[in-house]
């Protein structure tokens, strides 16, 4: 089963070049890869049918951390649910409801086949009742991809997949795993409250294993071509490469994949993004935080040394930006109030507070009054939405007080250096100003 | 293992009435906006006869008691 590609030399990055498939595609496809020329370029699709303990015993040479956003290991994802086996539903999450992130959809354009190979391991080993690919309807090019990318596979799946969408009107925490359940329950699409282990009682009541699509294309992968052609490239205990998005500091968005460990530097070296344009960027989306470029341009992408250093790459997105960190922090900060479900009271009550304060923050003087208020705010906020969205603004709330000693010092002292024109780290059609 | 009512509650079903605090004030607090934040889970003996009565007055039975472990 083991292919003969391990001693292939592998891009260390691929800039609008490979995607995943490093070292077997020479250019990533402009448009879909069908499904004859996927099989035909991965080989007989049938040796990578495998059992679970076959996955396991992958995943035990070669983690796979999950590419939704938390990184969770997939070994322990599937012996959580494996009590579960003949009773699942299985969900390929590809809604990525992160505005930054670009990686899923570029994934999903040019090789729907290796996500549905994914999705269709995992639920054959674990007997999966029904098996969705879960997207956003707004993409249409996307949706329209997947859908042809269905008809072609007809009935070659032991189980059937099924195309989801998720309602366009739910914003940012429609990519919420209990969303997902929401939305292909038919109950709207937005976060709901399931007491206790929601994972037991998603959609239909079953026991519901969602994963992002990335995961599964790197599952596809593992299974096919084995642990040794998969740690072929990468390093320590983590294997094999990863989709990004980097957003450079004009805002030009780009899908890149790259080797597990890659330092940032060398990213950025390759997007021809300088040290110097660049005043603050945000490391793992809006779950992330903004950091200073120092920090940046020192930081190497694997799991466990972001961990280590308490930070965290999320859906992989990095965007970068000329503008002062603390004006991008109350931008970041209104988005993410605009865009609550609307649900919980400390979200869509303490959210708008938290950004108005922010937005003072920065345009006005800083003042320990002003800090403590935000401290206060963000501690009531925390732990008390009925998903993590409002957690992610705390934390992102939290980190650039931290990280940005000097430039409140500044702003208190003379106010902000910078002209700060529109940003690029929240959608356009937001408007800057108070609540 | 000995399984002892807790107070939960709902976020997204809760509106903020804020009875539960007020007959509950041992264990829940309101919020700067008016929610009810658990200070302490466990009910004891002694509140179980007003906790129930808070779970079946919660406008929006966003409050549960439930035994758990």
């Known amino acids: ?53 076959h996955i396991k015993k992958h995943l ?111 914003g940012y925490p429609g990519g919420v795993e209990t969303a997902v359940i929401s939305s292909i329950s038919g109950m709207g699409g937005k976060p709901i409250y399931i007491p206790s282990r929601p994972i037991l009682r998603g959609i239909k009541r079953r026991p519901t294993m969602i994963s992002n699509v990335e995961t599964l294309a790197q599952l596809a992968l593992l299974t096919r071509f084995g642990g040794a052609w998969f740690s072929a490239v990468g390093g320590g205990n983590e294997a094999g490469t990863r989709l990004m998005t980097v957003v450079s500091p004009t805002g030009i968005s780009n899908v890149i994949e790259v080797v597990a460990g890659t330092s940032f530097s060398e990213v950025f070296d390759a997007l021809s993004i300088y040290r110097e344009s660049v005043n603050c960027g945000l490391l793992g989306g809006y779950f992330g935080q903004l950091l200073d470029p120092d920090k940046l341009w020192s930081l190497h992408s694997g799991v466990h040394t972001m961990k280590k250093a308490g930070l965290s790459l999320g859906a992989g997105v990095v965007a970068l930006s000329q503008r002062c960190p603390l004006v991008e922090t109350a931008q970041i900060l209104k988005y993410l109030a605009n865009e609550t479900s609307g649900q919980c009271g400390p979200c869509y009550m303490g959210l708008p507070e938290l950004a108005s304060l922010w937005w003072e923050l920065s345009t006005a003087r800083v003042t320990q009054k002003l800090i403590d208020r935000i401290m206060r705010v963000g501690e009531q906020i925390r732990g008390r939405g009925g998903c993590a969205m409002p957690d992610g603004a705390v934390m992102l709330s939290a980190a650039s007080l931290t990280n940005f000693r000097q430039e409140l010092l500044n702003h208190q002292s003379s106010g902000c250096s910078l002209t700060n024109g529109g940003s690029h780290l929240i959608p356009t059609n937001i408007t800057t100003g108070r609540n | ?41 466990e009910v004891p003996a002694s509140l179980l006869e007003i906790a129930r009565r808070a779970e079946r007055v919660c406008p929006t039975l966003a409050l549960m008691i439930r035994e758990a472990p």
């Open chain 1, 60 to 170: 035990a040479q070669c983690e796979i951390y999950g590419r939704g956003g938390a990184a969770f290991p997939l070994s322990r994802k599937l012996s959580a649910y494996e009590p579960y086996k003949g009773k699942l539903v299985v969900v390929a999450n590809g809604s990525e409801s992160e505005y930054l992130s670009g990686k899923d959809a570029a994934l999903l354009s040019r090789h729907p086949h290796l996500v549905l190979d994914g999705l269709s391991i995992l639920s054959s080993a674990l007997g999966a009742k029904s098996a969705y690919i879960h997207v956003k309807s707004s993409k249409a090019s996307m949706v329209g991809t997947v859908e042809r990318a269905l008809e072609e596979r007809g009935s070659f799946d032991p189980v059937t997949l099924e195309l989801s969408f998720s309602d366009s009107e739910v």
């Open chain 2, 1 to 41: 293992m000995a399984r002892i009512s807790k107070v939960f509650i709902n976020p997204i079903a809760c509106n903020g009435h804020g009875m539960c605090a007020e007959l509950l004030p041992e264990l829940i607090e309101l919020d700067d906006w008016g929610f009810p934040v658990i200070k302490r889970k």
């Open chain 1, 1 to 53: 089963m083991e292919s003969d590609t391990s001693s292939q030399s592998f891009p260390r990055l691929a800039v609008g070049g490979q995607l995943l498939i490093a070292g077997k595609v020479a250019v990533m496809p402009h448009e879909a890869l069908s499904f004859e020329d996927h099989s035909a370029l991965l080989g007989s699709a049938a040796p990578y049918f495998n059992s679970l303990h």
